[in-house]
């Protein structure tokens, strides 16, 4: 008897129903995509629909970066959501009271560890960058809100110098570290090695920041997981800096159909929520788009629709279906079309025919697309009610 998950045997247990938080920061860094500008509505109506979409914490902007951003932080923060709201900070006290007053229960403050950042940008010495860290974190704990640390740089940060900077964090009571990838240079197994030597000497919960400079955000994230990291960072499409950040909808359907791992987020959901960013921010996805794209179930070959029609998991991964997504298949009519998939049409639309009509209707269909003619459910009534009006 045919099984399933026949060959998926590649599971690895320790992830076996882990909870994985889900931190969205499609409204603060996602809103950094060159190009990008939300209004306070759209930005409003975007963390209602994270909300609906179940994601555990929502970055919803950088209050000190504007009057306009405090204001729309500070909207989401009173917007009665489910999902918690975070604010981004420097280690600086008038960025962190700027998050206290949008209202904000989590304060995720960051500044650059590696050398690199460290002497051009903000031009300390490593002690003082420790200082600094220490200060910020107690200040905002002793306000009585959660705290976030990102230690910015950090994979290319001197690892010892980074562990020495997250136990100074978290013996200042920090909540919770973060290990951004922020020019995104690691690759899966580096990501994996460094989690682990961190998770081996902090106690607190591990959160990852993947850019995706090299395309490997989601696949670093994953690694991180599976190397004791709690939490992610997403972003709906993968909208962010440069090459943007590691995409919800991808990072949420591995753990979810790959690892068998849980997270918050309903799934059914995921198409919707990546068209209300496509229209808001004008960048549009590609069709073969993992996960949410226009292509992501749509069979052309003949092979392939006869296939899926018959058993849907001989061209689909399977255990990641249309409906989990909400999405939907479709069978592309074109020049790879066989006879299975016309059928199909013609009898989903009432109409039935002969062999020989389905022939004469097949090659017409490949006649027009051979063209360069996308065919439309339009052309292919159009062919049908030619021929069988002939025959
Ligand atoms: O990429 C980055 O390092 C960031 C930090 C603010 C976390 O966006
Ligand atoms: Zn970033």
């Given at each position: 008897?045919?099984?399933?998950?026949?060959?998926?045997?590649?599971?690895?247990?320790?992830?076996?129903?882990?909870?994985?938080?889900?931190?969205?920061?499609?409204?603060?860094?996602?809103?950094?995509?060159?190009?990008?500008?939300?209004?306070?509505?759209?930005?409003?109506?975007?963390?209602?629909?994270?909300?609906?979409?179940?994601?555990?914490?929502?970055?919803?902007?950088?209050?000190?970066?504007?009057?306009?951003?405090?204001?729309?932080?500070?909207?989401?923060?009173?917007?009665?959501?489910?999902?918690?709201?975070?604010?981004?900070?420097?280690?600086?006290?008038?960025?962190?009271?700027?998050?206290?007053?949008?209202?904000?229960?989590?304060?995720?403050?960051?500044?650059?560890?590696?050398?690199?950042?460290?002497?051009?940008?903000?031009?300390?010495?490593?002690?003082?960058?420790?200082?600094?860290?220490?200060?910020?974190?107690?200040?905002?704990?002793?306000?009585?809100?959660?705290?976030?640390?990102?230690?910015?740089?950090?994979?290319?940060?001197?690892?010892?110098?980074?562990?020495?900077?997250?136990?100074?964090?978290?013996?200042?009571?920090?909540?919770?570290?973060?290990?951004?990838?922020?020019?995104?240079?690691?690759?899966?197994?580096?990501?994996?090695?460094?989690?682990?030597?961190?998770?081996?000497?902090?106690?607190?919960?591990?959160?990852?920041?993947c850019?995706?400079?090299?395309?490997?955000?989601?696949?670093n994230s994953l690694?991180a997981?599976?190397?004791?990291?709690?939490?992610v960072?997403?972003?709906?499409?993968?909208?962010?800096?440069?090459?943007?950040?590691a995409?919800?909808?991808?990072t949420?359907?591995?753990?979810?159909?790959?690892?068998?791992?849980?997270?918050?987020?309903?799934?059914?959901?995921?198409?919707?929520?990546?068209?209300?960013?496509?229209?808001?921010?004008?960048?549009?996805?590609?069709?073969?788009?993992?996960?949410?794209?226009?292509?992501?179930?749509?069979?052309?070959?003949?092979?392939?629709?006869?296939?899926?029609?018959?058993?849907?998991?001989?061209?689909?991964?399977?255990?990641?279906?249309?409906?989990?997504?909400?999405?939907?298949?479709?069978?592309?009519?074109?020049?790879?079309?066989?006879?299975?998939?016309?059928?199909?049409?013609?009898?989903?639309?009432?109409?039935?025919?002969?062999?020989?009509?389905?022939?004469?209707?097949?090659?017409?269909?490949?006649?027009?697309?051979?063209?360069?003619?996308?065919?439309?459910?339009?052309?292919?009534?159009?062919?049908?009610?030619?021929?069988?009006?002939?025959?």
């Open positions: 008897m045919y099984e399933l998950k026949e060959g998926i045997d590649f599971y690895i247990e320790s992830m076996q129903n882990k909870k994985v938080t889900i931190f969205d920061t499609t409204l603060r860094d996602g809103e950094q995509t060159p190009g990008v500008s939300l209004t306070s509505n759209q930005k409003l109506e975007i963390a209602r629909q994270l909300d609906k979409l179940g994601v555990d914490i929502i970055e919803a902007g950088f209050p000190i970066s504007s009057e306009g951003d405090k204001e729309s932080v500070k909207s989401i923060s009173n917007a009665g959501l489910d999902t918690e709201v975070c604010g981004l900070a420097r280690v600086l006290k008038k960025d962190i009271d700027a998050c206290f007053d949008s209202d904000v229960g989590l304060v995720h403050t960051f500044v650059p560890t590696s050398d690199v950042q460290r002497i051009y940008t903000i031009k300390k010495s490593r002690e003082e960058v420790i200082q600094l860290a220490v200060e910020a974190v107690q200040y905002i704990k002793d306000h009585g809100r959660k705290c976030m640390f990102s230690a910015m740089d950090a994979t290319r940060t001197d690892p010892e110098y980074l562990i020495q900077v997250f136990k100074a964090v978290q013996e200042a009571g920090c909540d919770i570290i973060n290990v951004p990838d922020t020019v995104g240079v690691m690759v899966p197994s580096a990501m994996y090695r460094q989690i682990k030597d961190i998770a081996a000497e902090i106690t607190i919960p591990i959160d990852v920041h850019h995706n400079d090299f395309g490997l955000a989601v696949a690694m997981v599976e190397a004791g990291a709690s939490q960072q997403v972003t709906i499409n993968g909208i962010g800096e440069r090459a943007g950040n995409d919800l909808a991808q949420v359907m591995s753990l979810k159909a790959m690892y068998e791992a849980k997270t918050n987020i309903r799934t059914e959901y995921l198409v919707e929520t990546s068209k209300m960013i496509e229209n808001y921010t004008g960048i549009r996805l590609p069709p073969n788009t993992p996960v949410v794209g226009q292509n992501a179930f749509s069979h052309e070959s003949g092979i392939h629709s006869q296939g899926v029609l018959e058993k849907s998991d001989t061209f689909e991964p399977g255990i990641m279906t249309p409906e989990m997504v909400g999405h939907r298949r479709r069978i592309v009519l074109g020049k790879h079309t066989g006879k299975h998939a016309v059928k199909q049409s013609l009898e989903s639309a009432g109409i039935i025919t002969n062999d020989k009509q389905l022939d004469e209707i097949v090659s017409r269909i490949k006649e027009i697309a051979n063209k360069g003619k996308q065919i439309t459910d339009a052309d292919l009534y159009a062919v049908a009610s030619a021929v069988l009006g002939k025959a």
